[in-house]
């Protein structure tokens, strides 16, 4: 008899909360409160807390986020910017979409996060900034980048769109650079009911900026003062994120502490997990195991009922949609090791003692039904 074990357990995130949010979102209903309304100025300033930015700036999706990011910065046509080779698409896209180049580096083999060390040789006299990714939930080591940021006199942009409430010494992911981009995906730590993002940042004029922006490059009424996108947060999405904001500090340590149960139940098996750092708070957006023979162990999850998945198959630089930047297999062999050798088991924060007994005993019974 085979329980299944999933990735999502959306009822678990509401509880209590559902009633008083439908009634909320029913008087916006009635009331024609859909734009940039009470409720997205409210959530705002209450992701802007919770990060310990100033300013927030919602938007439709962390895609947007990260896109408005550059445009605010006046990045473009000519300019070169540096990020990862594994990351997830949009990190890369955004650079594409506002006529910039990407300019990859390779990703470090304990951490699977941007491979600091290949970053100053990647920068030339066009390099305008640097992405860095806080992948799965693990926050970047962000003190040497920010140095050689500074010294190169680049902009910093945080995709922590895998990482609401990861710290490194007590500092937020999306809280070091010059805009930390988060996303607000349904399948992320802090979850809307559809498309969500927000850019968050202690400079003010980069937020206003990014508040032109995203409303179609409006500074008042009738009053179009640049070539913006229209990528406001929906009024209904930022109640439901707000509802779900005093959780998230919880759900993390939660997340925590699943991962060490994990952990320490998959002792002695031949396993690795991305290296952990000193006085960082790990939010396991997605906990990554690695292993020679992930493709059967991926299938023998699978068929058992244990919801594991592959984050991310293809990396960066062999995706048919960066065809014209001409990379080539071989080019980053960390992010190509990483991409046949990782997969996600399920990890959610309401997660029992059973479904770790369950997810784990069956990892164990493949290793050791195969040794
Ligand atoms: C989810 C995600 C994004 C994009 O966010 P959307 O809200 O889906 O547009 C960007 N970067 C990373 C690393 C992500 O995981």
């Not at 004029?205 to 640049?226: F, M, P, T």
Request: aromatic share 8%; proline share 4%.
């Amino acid at each position: 008899m085979n329980m299944k074990v999933n990735r999502y357990n959306y009822p678990s995130q509401f509880g209590n909360d559902l009633q008083p949010l439908l009634r909320a979102i029913g008087e916006d209903l009635l009331k024609g409160h859909y734009i940039l309304t009470e409720a997205v100025d409210s959530f705002e300033t209450a992701f802007a807390d919770y990060i310990g930015a100033k300013y927030c700036v919602g938007t439709n999706s962390g895609t947007d986020a990260l896109i408005l990011a550059l445009l605010a910065m006046g990045i473009g046509p000519g300019d070169e910017v540096i990020t990862q080779a594994n990351t997830f698409y949009a990190t890369v896209a955004a650079i594409c979409f506002v006529g910039a180049t990407p300019v990859l580096v390779d990703a470090e083999p304990h951490a699977y996060l941007m491979d600091i060390e290949q970053v100053e040789p990647a920068i030339t006299a066009r390099t305008k900034a640097i992405i860095a990714v806080h992948l799965f939930g693990k926050c970047m080591p962000m003190k040497k980048l920010l140095a050689l940021a500074e010294k190169h006199q680049l902009r910093v942009i945080e995709d922590a769109a895998q990482s609401h409430g990861a710290r490194i010494d007590g500092r937020a992911a999306g809280h070091f650079g010059d805009i930390g981009c988060f996303s607000f995906h349904p399948s992320k730590n802090l979850a809307a009911a559809g498309d969500a993002g927000a850019i968050v940042t202690d400079d003010l004029h980069l937020a206003e900026q990014i508040k032109v922006l995203r409303a179609l490059g409006q500074s008042g009424q009738n009053r179009h003062v640049a070539l913006g996108m229209n990528s406001k947060l929906d009024a209904i999405q930022a109640r439901v994120l707000s509802a779900k904001l005093g959780h998230l500090e919880h759900w993390n340590e939660q997340r925590r502490a699943v991962a060490a149960h994990c952990i320490s139940r998959l002792d002695g098996l031949p396993l690795s997990y991305q290296a952990p750092a000193e006085h960082e708070d790990h939010v396991y957006h997605l906990f990554q195991v690695r292993t020679e023979q992930r493709d059967a162990l991926l299938a023998h999850l699978q068929s058992n009922g244990i919801d594991a998945v592959v984050r991310y198959p293809t990396p960066i630089h062999l995706q048919e949609a960066f065809a014209a930047y001409g990379w080539k297999a071989g080019d980053f062999p960390v992010a190509e090791a990483l991409a046949t050798q990782t997969l996600c088991l399920p990890l959610r924060p309401d997660m029992d003692a059973d479904e770790v007994d369950r997810v784990c005993g069956c990892v164990r019974a493949f290793f050791e039904g195969h040794s």
